[in-house]
């Protein structure tokens, strides 16, 4: 497991890295939106949708490699945000908080609207509010998340 551990841990961390981008992109764009044009909102709700996604994307990998099973069916996106946060006694720690886990469904339930729903109907004050919320949001993420790459680490260090 040494190697794959070490593997997905690099992969983690740059897609954290990634989701950085993304945030400032979002803030960049929230600020244009409010300045300038409003059909900056599009880029803002594309941007929040992406937090989201790539978040889902590291989770769906720890739940692949680690847990052996991703959640599947019409709730599966919740589901995973709740496995997510669920200690594995015998194989893993949680891998984020109940507190990340809550801050994330609020994006979870935007990227629903963004995929099903016309770019024009679209509130501009929930995206404001969303990107607002969105750097405490990430720091919690990623303090989770590094904690768990240092369990991946050590896990890793002891095989």
């Known amino acids: 497991m040494?190697?794959?551990?070490?593997?997905?841990?690099?992969r983690i961390r740059s897609e954290l890295s990634d989701l950085a981008q993304i945030v400032e992109r979002?803030?960049?764009?929230l600020t244009k939106a409010v300045e300038q044009d409003e059909d900056y909102y599009?880029?803002?709700?594309?941007?929040?949708?992406?937090?989201?996604?790539g978040t889902e994307r590291i989770l769906e990998e720890i739940a692949k490699a680690i847990d052996g099973s991703v959640p599947d069916g019409a709730g599966w996106h919740r589901d995973l945000l709740m496995q997510m946060s669920a200690e594995l006694s015998t194989i893993r720690p949680a891998v984020i908080s109940h507190?990340?886990?809550?801050?994330?469904?609020?994006?979870?339930?935007?990227?629903?609207?963004v995929r099903n729903i016309y770019t024009f109907n679209l509130k501009p004050a929930r995206l404001r509010e969303l990107v607002t919320d969105l750097p405490q949001c990430y720091g919690s993420l990623k303090a989770d998340i590094n904690s768990f790459c240092s369990f991946l680490d050590e896990l890793a260090t002891d095989t």
């Open 42 to 53: 599009d880029g803002v709700a594309l941007n929040l949708h992406s937090f989201y996604t």
């Open 2 to 10: 040494s190697k794959q551990a070490i593997a997905l841990a690099a």
């Open 26 to 29: 979002a803030q960049t764009l």
């Open 99 to 113: 507190g990340t886990r809550h801050c994330l469904d609020e994006y979870r339930g935007l990227r629903h609207i």
